[in-house]
């Protein structure tokens, strides 16, 4: 029915910056929030940001003032927009979306994940 694909994901230096898709496809009459997470090793997975469908957006306090998120709501696609990067946020990075099928029947759609890696 919906399917949610992540890009982005590489291996960069601490301090640059990389810019997440998340894209969503299928039969989707509209997208209420865009959620990020990530799940470093061995550590649970942690929620990093949100942006709901009138752009409002929270981020943890640890990326905080780094990453920047955007939706374009006519293309069904999320961007979270990572600068400054640190070791620390190595992780598999998941978008998250809860969407409103043409159905009318809500739906909580994952990812299948990308890597990014942060490494001198």
């Known amino acids: 029915q919906v399917q949610l694909v992540e890009s982005g994901g590489a291996l960069v230096q601490p301090g640059e910056s990389l810019r997440l898709s998340c894209a969503a496809s299928?039969?989707?009459?509209?997208?209420?929030?865009m959620n990020w997470y990530r799940q470093a090793p061995g550590k649970q997975r942690e929620l990093v940001a949100v942006i709901t469908s009138d752009g409002s957006t929270n981020y943890a306090n640890s990326v905080k003032g780094r990453f920047t998120l955007s939706r374009d709501n006519a293309a069904n696609t999320g961007y979270l927009q990572m600068n400054s990067l640190k070791p620390d946020d190595t992780a598999v990075y998941y978008c998250?979306?809860?969407?409103?099928?043409?159905?009318?029947?809500?739906?909580?759609?994952w990812g299948q994940g990308t890597q990014v890696t942060v490494s001198s």
């Open positions: 299928g039969n989707i009459l509209s997208i209420y929030a």
């Open positions: 998250n979306a809860d969407i409103i099928l043409v159905t009318g029947e809500l739906l909580d759609s």
